[in-house]
């Protein structure tokens, strides 16, 4: 806090390295176009792909290069970018000892695959995301939310939507009290 | 709730579970379709606990939300605290003294007993040996000081800060840590005499909620489920974090995946980390307990994922950073939550009673689930 | 044979019941007889928070510097003070501490310059009413007060 004033400012863009090595190379092998991007931040290696090959992305990688278990799938909301979201899958390797990150971004509206047909366990995590971010994804066995009650509107992981603000009609219908605030 | 599946077969019947149900180990609600006794399908309904955790970390500076971590995991505040803290720094690039590593590692492995202390004690309760409990909560008790002592609370400690520590350590920590893990592990084995050996014990757990190493991947699972399932996989030895690989230690496994392996694999866990403390509490190097970072936590534009070994799977953070104090978005990767997926595949075609130990043998903490 | 035996005549069951027969000597009774039996908390304890005055001129120790407001988490101290013309500095003039929210992490007497906020040891803090637990200035100065219970 007490330095003085930098001359030159912090970069506003993450400073990313590019990602070589036989990941990526399989990745650009089979989608090609489809990757938009390949680096590590951190020494965390990522892919930035186009949503249609994310779901053929993770199978590629679960069947060929042994990506056996899906960590996490969560989103990021950027509401002044569009397409708004971006999704973020997390794998890991245990053949190799090797984590990767693949994103994509989704609009507002749009309806990514669901990626329960290679991971199991992509089943609850996605009801999080549609849960916190109202991403629906198509043909998901189970889309209800998870952790909000069923009949809550809004979506409390959006940027636009405030830390107290609570759905009113809900909380007064089930609860009996005026507010939760 | 209008969405459940509510079409029945003539010789099926639904039964409400929880969440005001003491087995279910806090307020996890299970719809379970019967067959008799036998249980066809379940269906976890979750968000009792909500407390938008991570939406509250997009309020808080990074300093601030360090407290709120402790009460998800509320059992492992430590280890919840230490992940956190890791994930900061690795945003910021700095990496916490030596000394304040090594303490780190203490109190997280102390904090593995504690969690597991409780859930044996829990999880025999719940099928029906009450005298563990009072045995395991006792030399919970004994953890519980040591944090207390060192930090000033004892559930949800907020011992460690982004960068280090806060607290130096106090007159006679060491001593204590020893005299703890010295009369510790006798106790261990106290537990198994209690229920190892006892026939009903085994009986009730054997060949109860198999799972295999490859649905567990399949799903997700980690922790101590996975290794009973047979797979080593401990991020404590694949990824070391916070100087484990100066530890020698082992990653107990058992073969067959069913309750009674995960309960034999928590047993061994616990032998393991008085083996870290142990070796831990031997040299503590000398030195600073703060790293030099600079005083507001401010991380440069990026993201990253830092998990560890947390009592009940890898419990991981994945945070974006926009350059200000304030995080830009905050997520848990929290191990309850995955690893209670994989119920409806352990409970298929168990009797109800089953259910409970199932249930137990996860080791669940709604705080984590619900968020 | 020697199995059937041992299952026969219950020496499993038996041992698991000596490690109990084990535990019934009085020394092991670890339990606390609470309000006779006072629990001995730890010198870092942090419970009931307290404004320290000074020991002799009984006068503040705060310099109403906000550090505090600002570094708790849940925004829930208020400091009021006015700045006083002669000596150029802040006086303190209210200060609240809203317990029903607080967490006790710590983060405000982290950020004290002056040790003046401070965590103490008493753990004895309940209120009949939310309000109650609301403490302000000579509340935070004298320390908790709990009700007392006669039979």
Known sequence: MAEEPKPVKAPAVMATAPWEGPVPDLLREHFGAAVLETSSYLEQPFAVLTLPAMVPALEMLQAEAGFDYLVDITAVDYPKRTPRFELVYILYSHGRNERIRLKAAVGLGEKPLSAVPVFLGANWLEREVYDMFGIEFSGHPDPRRILMPEEWTGFPLRKDYGIVEMDNRWVQANLGIESGQ | MTALDNTLDNNEMVLNMGPQHPSTHGVLRIVLKLDGERVKSTDCIIGYLHRGVEKIAENRTYVQFAPYVDRMDYLAAVSNGLGYCLAVEKLMNAVATPRAQAVRVILTELNRIASHLLWLGTHALDLGAITPLFYTLREREAVLKIFENYCGARLTTHAFRIGGLQYELYEGFEKEVEAFCGQFLPKVDEYEELLSGNRIWRERLRGVGIIDAETCKRYGVTGPVLRAAGLAWDLRKSQPYSGYEQYEFDVPTRSSGDTLDRYFVRLDEMRQSVRIIQQAVANIPAGPIMAKIAKVVKPPVGEAYVSIEAPKGELGYYIVSDGTTHPYRLRVRPPSFVNLQALGHMSKGALVADVVAIIGTIDIVLGEVDR | ?151
């Open chain 3, 1 to 151: 044979m020697k199995k059937f035996l041992r299952s026969f005549l219950l020496l499993d069951l038996l041992e698991g019941l000596w490690v109990t027969f084990r535990h019934q000597t009085p020394s092991q009774i670890e339990t606390e007889q609470y309000p006779s039996d006072r629990p001995a908390v730890s010198e870092r304890y942090r419970g009931a928070p307290r404004l320290n005055v000074h020991p002799e001129t009984q006068e503040t120790l705060c310099i109403s510097c906000n550090l505090c407001a600002v570094a708790c988490p849940e925004n829930l101290i208020v400091v009021g003070s006015v700045r006083n013309p002669e000596t150029k500095r802040k006086d303190l003039v209210t200060f609240t501490y809203d317990l029903s929210r607080c967490m006790f992490c710590g983060l405000c007497e982290d950020a004290c310059p002056v040790d003046a906020l401070e965590l103490t040891q008493d753990f004895e803090i309940a209120s009949y009413t939310r309000e109650g637990l609301i403490w302000d200035r000579q509340a935070l100065e004298e320390g908790p007060r709990p009700t007392q219970y006669r039979q």
